[in-house]
């Protein structure tokens, strides 16, 4: 019985410790997350062969993914600036090894796990051309690796230096390739406009030959690759034809020009890749814009082994003793056929080519990877991934099925807005009710009860619905409408409207639309001409939401402003970002604005069907407009209008008022009023951030604690301008020589409609990367403190006084007298991605910084924290006030991080919305990660908490209100008694 008793015991504890849960975890937020653009890839070929596929791409990141599902099974981010990026990615067996930020750091993976297994520095010198590295020795076990000056060799076992060599002639010399053939090194250098460098090294590091090839056309973009291990060969876009070298001893370069070829190249789409991982193949690719050639050197001469025109791609496979070559062709707008040839009889193998159902929003595939492998029946099959141009991953079954991709382009987001849904279609009848102005009296009251006795019917049918079940419904059919009811549900408004539509522009082109609630993808566009403009050294895609959903019945409309690839004009895309259809009038690529844009803004003014207008300035200060018909009323008013230019290159920040006076007419033109030098030659603008134009201020003032008002300084027109620069003085030059360069950072507050300069800050011996968030009447950004070596937060607060000018409206060219700046620095204790500030709908709300931290969390922290009023020693008037008393370090409290532990990384923007509650404010945070959630800075003031007590009030109130009407009843009759008396 003890024994029972013991084991009864043991069981109820078992129930007890599997009921529990993260308390919701995932039920307000999603994560997802992405690797980049695909550089390198292979099939690992350890005990997983065949089911994990590494990649290394430009995002610096390399990763293994899940053959069977896409999943990441493992992912290891490098440094995210140049250190980081990858030069070779080597694979053989059990073996991967990475060289990376321009041959500098060699390291070495377990390709099962992603386990760092060594790290070593090869070079402590700076360079700025990248590394080379190959496998070497009999059995792979070395590495040789070109890094800067010298060549070097590795064991790949454990990083072990085995020797170290210096290359000749490395001050005209580049080093770009390295190879081993028959047991020697080869490397090779580019001498820019003057020949090529061929050296020759043994086992132990010993020069055995050095030659120089004449190559006067050779540049350090030349697109050049080694094939057959004995071939160097260039395309040559001046007289479009191949150059190759023998690099076993040619004296010079062989030239056969693709006219003999047979190919008639168009532009500088051409350029030769290697086509087989097995470096020993002779054959190479020749692309070209929608060509594709096969080609084989052998013998010092060139043939064409394969011709594929209307082809985006190819590869060689071998499998039993069997060299394949396996091409893809995009046939139609929803089909690419995967096509598989005989190399040694150019038939095509029907076996292993397929049909693949694929859609136009990608694009052609540009880069193929495959395994073969042997199945349970004997049969021979295979796996193929696909990279496609918007840098999504396909993978393809044997059976031709494609059994997963991953969108990579949404790892590159440069704009986000989130798009309130548009209300149901019974309530969207509610606005058809008050009729028109040309509708009499009793055509209105007509349609208000048509629409009253449509919906009463569709409550009752919905009512006996629920009430009789899905008994007389087959059950695919309860599927279908319940999915169809449920997709009904999330594409129309909430009763707090926290679900919308997130769009989302990256910058391969893509364009999203995504579900808030749990990030799927509703619709997605590409367009291969798009590419963004640069500025401050950063991607910009502006997208601009002119009409949203609160015009019914007109559809949100939303516009796209780029840059085309090819001629570098502006590109425009406009469509309905609830639906994802695109204008009637607006070509599936974007129209071409046909002229250069170097400043874009959106109107306030609307037009009669309440649409936003786009105004443009081109390169001849030029002003136009899109849709045209509002350039009449930018003419109307033309006076109130002002444009902004920052040019970073000349560090000049200009303003232009538009001009619509008669002499301009029929254009317009941009009238330039004011300028401001920043001094280029000093210092660099890196940041030009407004305030968010559809941010509420509540309150105009913040209440002391002795009951005075301290008005905030609202000017609309201030832009944040920060500017970083090395000091150049002898005292700094003499210090630098110990301690390293010293540098700075400007804080510029500037109205941009007068040019006025309302603040200026200088903070020495700090350096960025500086992130700004601007909001209200505050302004806070981060840097990092040479001297004291730490990160540090600084917040400016702009106050008119105790008085104010203006409570109704704001005019730079009459604004109130010189503000008063409160300012205070703080430490904080983490490295940080960027920031940005909650918004809410109304205003009313405290404002929280979310911060997303470079370790992967995303901290919520209270604006209070970053008070500049906070004193040092409280008084009264502080405690009433509710200021907090001034600590130097900024506390993160691991409960203010929203993300808990779902980590997220390399985060470049945080993008905030209001939702229809006033303490709620949804964000997405995007980079190689994306995350989304919603956040309560002044926790949910506007809403009854989940274990609010319905039945108790209810109870409570309808008791209240009998013993009120029972009262009454006595009471009155109490009255009457005493009126008989």
């Known amino acids: 019985m003890l024994r029972l008793r013991k084991i009864a015991l043991w069981f109820s504890l078992f129930a007890q410790c599997y009921s529990l849960y993260e308390d919701q975890v995932g039920k307000f937020d999603w994560r997802q997350r992405y ?22 791409t430009d995002q610096n990141v390399i990763a293994s993914l899940n053959a069977q599902t896409g999943d990441i099974a493992w992912r290891q981010l490098l440094e995210s600036d140049v250190r980081g990026r990858i030069d070779a990615f080597l694979h053989h067996g059990n073996v991967l090894i990475t060289l990376s930020g321009n041959g500098h750091s060699l390291r070495s993976w377990n390709p099962s796990t992603g386990l760092l297994l060594w790290d070593v520095t090869t070079s402590d010198e700076e360079t700025s051309s990248r590394g080379a590295a190959v496998l070497s020795g009999p059995d792979k076990g070395k590495v040789a690796v070109v890094s800067g000056t010298s060549l070097a060799c590795y064991s790949a076992s454990n990083g072990r230096q085995e020797w170290q060599t210096g290359l000749p002639h490395t001050d005209i010399s580049v080093y770009q390739h390295v190879l081993e053939v028959k047991g020697q090194l080869t490397v090779v250098g580019v001498a820019e406009g003057s020949h090529v460098t061929v050296v020759k090294y043994n086992s132990d590091g010993v020069q ?18 080694v094939i057959g291990q004995k071939y160097l060969t260039c395309y040559r876009s001046g007289s479009q034809s191949l150059q190759y070298l023998q690099l076993d001893n040619g004296q010079a370069f062989l030239s056969t020009s693709l006219e003999s070829l047979g190919v008639s190249p168009q532009g500088e789409a051409v350029y030769p890749e290697v086509i087989s991982a097995d470096h020993s193949s002779p054959e190479l690719k020749l692309h070209l814009t929608d060509h594709v050639i096969v080609l084989r050197i052998k013998d010092d001469s060139v043939k ?7 082809f985006s791609t190819c590869l060689l496979v071998t499998y039993d003793d069997k060299t394949v070559l396996l091409a893809t062709q995009r046939v139609s707008i929803e089909k690419v056929k995967l096509m598989a040839f005989d190399v040694e009889t150019g038939g095509e193998l029907v076996e292993f080519s397929h049909d693949l159902h694929v859609a136009s929003f990608h694009g052609n595939p540009l880069q193929i990877e495959a395994i073969f492998f042997k199945k349970k029946d004997g049969r021979w099959g295979y796996r193929s991934v696909l990279m496609y141009e918007d840098y999504s991953v396909h993978l393809v079954q044997s059976t031709g099925k494609i059994a997963w991709r991953r969108e990579e382009a949404l790892s590159y987001i440069l704009s986000v807005e989130m798009v309130d849904l548009p209300v149901s279609e019974s309530e969207a009848k509610f606005e058809d009710e008050f009729g028109s102005q040309h509708d009499d009296i009793i055509g209105m009251f007509r349609k208000r009860f048509t629409t009253q006795l449509v919906q009463l019917k569709s409550f009752v049918l919905g009512l006996i619905q629920k009430l009789q079940g899905y008994r007389d419904r087959s059950h695919s059919l309860i599927i279908e409408t319940e999915d169809e009811e449920e997709a009904e549900i999330e594409l129309t408004r909430d009763q707090f409207n926290l679900n ?10 893509k364009i999203y639309g995504l579900r808030s609630t749990n990030g799927q993808i509703i619709w997605q566009h590409y367009l291969p001409d798009l590419t963004p403009f640069e500025r401050y050294g950063k991607q910009v895609l502006p997208l601009s939401i002119q009409r949203t959903t609160a015009h019914f019945p007109h559809p949100p409309q939303c516009a796209i402003v780029g840059r085309h690839k090819k001629t570098g004009r502006g590109l425009l895309y406009v469509l309905n970002p609830v639906t994802g259809q695109r204008l009637k009038d607006m070509p599936p690529g974007g129209q071409s604005l046909g002229f250069t844009v170097i400043q874009m803004d959106m109107l306030n003014e ?37 444009m902004y230019l920052v040019e970073p290159e000349k560090g000049l920040l200009s303003g232009y008022r538009v001009d619509g006076s008669e002499t301009c007419l029929p254009d317009l033109y941009g009238d330039p009023v004011w300028a401001v030098n920043l001094q280029q030659k000093s210092q660099t603008i890196t940041n030009v951030v407004p305030r968010r134009a559809i941010e509420h201020v509540h309150s105009q003032g913040r209440v002391l604690g002795d009951r005075s008002v301290l008005y905030k300084y609202l000017n609309p027109n201030v832009v944040v301008v920060t500017a970083e620069g090395e000091e150049t003085t002898s005292v700094t030059q003499a210090s630098s020589a110990q301690k390293g360069p010293s540098y700075f950072l400007n804080v510029y507050l500037i109205d941009v409609i007068t040019g006025h300069i309302v603040s200026h800050v200088n903070h020495k011996r700090v350096k960025g990367p500086v992130h700004v968030v601007h909001s209200e009447n505050w302004v806070v950004y981060n840097y990092w403190n040479q001297k004291n070596r730490r990160i540090e937060m600084s917040v400016l607060e702009l106050f008119e006084g105790k008085e104010q000018s203006n ?3 704001f005019s730079s060219y009459n604004p109130p007298p010189q503000p008063l700046i409160l300012r205070q620095s703080y430490i904080f204790s983490s490295p940080i991605s960027t920031m940005a500030a909650t918004i809410t709908e109304k205003g009313i709300t405290n404002r929280n910084v979310l911060i997303a931290l470079k370790s992967g969390g995303i901290l919520s922290l209270p604006k209070a924290f970053l008070d500049p009023r906070r004193p040092v020693v409280p008084t009264p008037e502080h405690m009433e006030e509710g200021t907090f008393p001034y600590m130097p370090e900024i506390p993160s409290s691991f409960e203010a991080v929203v993300n808990y532990n779902r980590s997220v990384h390399n985060i470049r923007h945080i993008h905030t919305a209001p939702a229809g509650l006033e303490s709620t404010c949804v964000f997405l945070a995007y980079g190689i990660d994306l995350f ?26 309808i008791g209240m209100i009998v013993v009120s009407v029972i009262t009454q009843k006595l009471a009155a009759r109490k009255a009457l008694n005493r009126a008989w008396k």
């Open 304 to 310: 064409v082994v394969k011709d594929l025109p209307k």
């Open 500 to 509: 919308k539509i997130v769009v989302v522009v990256t910058a391969a082109g």
């Open 606 to 642: 609307v037009d009669e069907h309440f649409l936003k207008g786009l105004i443009f300035m081109d390169e001849e200060k030029k002003i136009h407009t899109y849709p045209s018909h509002f350039r009449q009323i930018v003419a109307r008013h033309s006076t109130s209008l002002f």
């Open 35 to 56: 690797v980049g653009k695909v550089i390198f890839s292979a099939w690992e070929q350890s005990k997983h062969s065949g089911k994990r596929f590494l990649v290394g």
């Open 932 to 957: 989304y959630t919603r956040v309560m800075p002044s926790k949910m003031f506007d809403v009854l908490k989940e274990d609010f007590d319905y039945f108790f009030i209810s109870s409570v109130l």
């Open 208 to 225: 055995s030959s050095h030659r120089s090839v004449p190559a006067s056309w050779i540049t350090l973009t030349t697109r050049c690759v």
């Open 807 to 809: 409570s109704t409206s």
